[in-house]
């Protein structure tokens, strides 16, 4: 009466990044016999040895576009792919390494390698969306697992994911945490950043990182007036907005208003 | 004062200990106000030793600290960050699973109730709230079977306040500093030097009848004028105070206030305000299934008006900018609550100023917003 659904092609593909969003696929544990059930690894270097050539329905894509070669690899990724889900920061914004936005990236380049004629590198590190139409951008640094289990069921039923876009503060204070911008004036950037992580920051006392992303009307401007009156100094306003999400708009934005 | 003389006895710390010990012997799970993390926070408490003795707080807009009372008391402190809605109406909540076996679908839409309450610590703005949730989840054509069963079986120890926090304007809204209804028992903490001592009073038999079990004598009348001297000298120094004036007709004439724009350039959309508010209780429905598609669960959790998918509709959100948002937010609190539900959705407890990390003062933005009119 309910035939088991057939298995849907599932493919991991991974550009810059650091392989932290992908390892939280295999953290999964339990639900990955699950998710084996439903789904056929066809590619996943990370898990699997050999690759499969193909169609995938589902194209998980972890980490930026930083070089030529990558910038060609996403087009083909994405005709391969029926449904593409790009997976944290790097993928979604840039990552930490679009750092070099801000700078001239061939002097790093210069200073760091001894042969600096074999890198071929792209001026900017940059979002999957900025090369090819995406499906859905799944936030974080690294990407909340059971988040990605909501994508990847959401996905399989054809639903939209339950994926809130409101502030971190909403899931801080939904978990009863004590705010530790307002009671013990550390600088978070919660009221900014996307939801999604469960609050770890301030659950340790700590300010949040915004490593999410911006939420979805973030107000910057009146987050820095608030932190620079704790006493945040320009500089260091910077330096808060430019981490993970450094090139997501309203944080590049912002931290080019502060500075020394 | 009869509320203050009805069944009126004195308990010291050790009757107050007797009080949480009867409670948990008639199977209460008794929460009440502790230290946590800098705030003060509702959690399961056993022992008067965890309650805040000795400490005080300072609250004005945007900022809360706690710190070591000049005073040796156990409740002079006014509200913290959270309220008592998160155990009535939890943040997170479960509402139906169903799921496929053996071919049949098979629904679990039993109402979860776990073992009754006891709120430990109630203030009078907090019972305020407590009755205009009341009104939201009971009143209506469909009551909230677990909120009944919770409110139903909750047992009520309610505190007068000796001191009113710096954002605190509960006697501009005519529910507070002094406990009138809604509670089983009420404490005064009598005096400020020494060994503690509460003024017992009792509203309900249930209340009457765990009295009678805790060592206790007979107030005298100068501990009942003392108990009503400390009201008094709580409501005298209040943080606070709404304008005198006809706020809820004005806000609904002043949808295009200038005001708004200067609220939409200072505002987070953070939800911060909505979330510490004792009375607000927009959720979203969440509808999830698992990855075998056999199991499908909805979930309630709470949402904000700040958030721009909860005025989602087909098509995109009613209310994209923060300004709408903002505008929305004190309207239906303070202009259209009363239409919907008979009563004001603001109580007057000042969370909303104190944990707003832009110290948006919701008592200077309401007195702006009627003081000067737009054309
Ligand atoms: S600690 Fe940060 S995330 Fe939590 S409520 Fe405060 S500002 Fe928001
Ligand atoms: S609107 Fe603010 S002051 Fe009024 S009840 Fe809510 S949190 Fe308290
Ligand atoms: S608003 Fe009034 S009742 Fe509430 S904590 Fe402050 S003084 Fe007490
Ligand atoms: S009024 Fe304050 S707490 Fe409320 S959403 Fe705006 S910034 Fe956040």
């Known amino acids: 009466m309910y035939p088991a659904p057939r298995k849907t092609r599932l493919a991991v593909w991974k550009f810059a990044s650091c392989d932290g969003c992908q390892l939280s696929l295999l953290d999964c544990e339990d639900a990955l016999l699950e998710l084996a059930e439903v789904l056929e690894f066809a590619y996943f270097p990370e898990a699997l040895s050999r690759p499969v050539r193909g169609r995938y329905a589902l194209s998980l894509v972890e980490g930026s576009i930083s070089t030529p070669k990558d910038a060609e690899r996403i087009r083909a990724v994405r005709r391969r792919s029926d449904h593409l889900v790009t997976l944290g920061a790097c993928a979604t914004a840039g990552g930490i390494q679009a750092l070099r936005n801000f700078a001239a990236a061939g002097e790093f380049v210069a200073a760091v390698y001894a042969h600096p004629q074999y890198i071929a590198t792209l001026e900017h590190s940059s979002a999957i969306s900025a090369h090819v139409p995406v499906d859905f951008e799944l936030r974080g640094c690294p990407v909340n697992k059971l988040q990605l289990l909501e994508v990847i069921s959401a996905f399989l039923r054809g639903r939209r994911p339950a994926i809130p876009a409101y502030s971190l503060c909403i899931e801080c204070k939904s978990r009863a945490h004590t705010c530790v911008l307002v009671a013990t004036r550390q600088a978070c950037l919660g009221p900014v950043t996307q939801a999604g992580c469960g609050a770890i920051c301030p659950g340790c006392h700590r300010g949040c990182y915004g490593c999410f992303g911006p939420q979805e009307t973030p107000n910057t401007t009146a987050l820095s007036d608030a932190l620079a009156a704790l006493g945040v100094s320009r500089a260091a306003l910077q330096r808060l907005y430019r981490t993970f999400n450094a090139d997501a708009p309203a944080f590049r934005r912002e931290s080019e208003r502060h500075g020394e | ?375």
């Open chain 2, 1 to 375: 004062m009869s509320r203050q003389t009805q069944c009126a006895h004195v308990i010291d710390l050790e009757g107050l200990q007797q009080l949480l010990d009867a409670l948990r012997e008639r199977g209460y799970r008794t929460l009440g106000p502790t230290v946590r993390d800098g705030a003060i926070a509702y959690e399961d408490i056993a022992s008067v030793e965890e309650l805040p003795r000795g400490w005080t707080d300072e609250q004005s807009p945007g900022a809360y600290r706690l710190r070591p009372s000049d005073t040796d008391t156990v409740f002079g402190f006014a509200v913290g960050p959270q309220s008592w809605k998160r155990p009535l109406f939890p943040s997170h909540q479960i509402l139906w699973r169903a799921g496929v076996a053996g071919g049949k679908v098979q629904l679990d839409s039993e109402p979860h109730i776990d073992a009754p309450l006891a709120l430990i610590g109630v203030r009078a703005c907090e019972l305020s709230a407590l009755a205009i949730q009341d009104r939201v989840w009971l009143g209506g054509a469909a009551p909230d079977a677990e909120y009944r069963a919770r409110r139903a079986d909750a047992f009520i120890v309610a505190v007068n306040c000796a001191h009113a926090g710096g954002n605190c304007f509960c006697v501009s809204m005519h529910t507070g500093p002094e406990v009138t209804s809604g509670y089983d028992l009420a404490l005064t903490e009598l005096g400020t030097e020494g060994e503690p001592t509460f003024l017992v009073t009792c509203a309900t038999e249930a209340g009457a009848a765990v009295l009678e079990t805790l060592t206790r004598r007979a107030a005298r009348d100068d501990e009942i004028a003392a108990a009503q001297a400390v009201v008094a000298h709580t409501a005298a120094s209040m943080g606070r105070a709404m304008p005198e004036t006809d706020w809820v007709s004005r806000l609904l004439v002043s949808p295009e206030h200038p005001r708004w724009n200067a609220l939409a350039d200072r505002c987070l959309a953070c939800g911060n305000c909505t979330m510490v508010c004792p009375t607000c209780f927009c959720t979203n429905l969440e509808d999830t299934s698992d990855l075998s598609g056999l199991q499908v669960t909805r979930t309630r959790r709470w949402d904000s008006c700040f958030s721009v998918d909860f005025a989602y509709v087909h098509g995109g959100s009613v209310r994209p900018s923060i300004r709408a948002r903002y505008r929305q937010w004190i309207t239906h609190k303070l202009a259209t609550w009363p239409q919907q539900f008979g009563t004001s959705g603001c109580v007057g407890c000042g969370r909303c100023i104190s944990w707003c990390p832009v110290g948006i003062d919701l008592t200077e933005e309401v007195a702006a917003l009627c003081a000067e009119t737009p054309d």
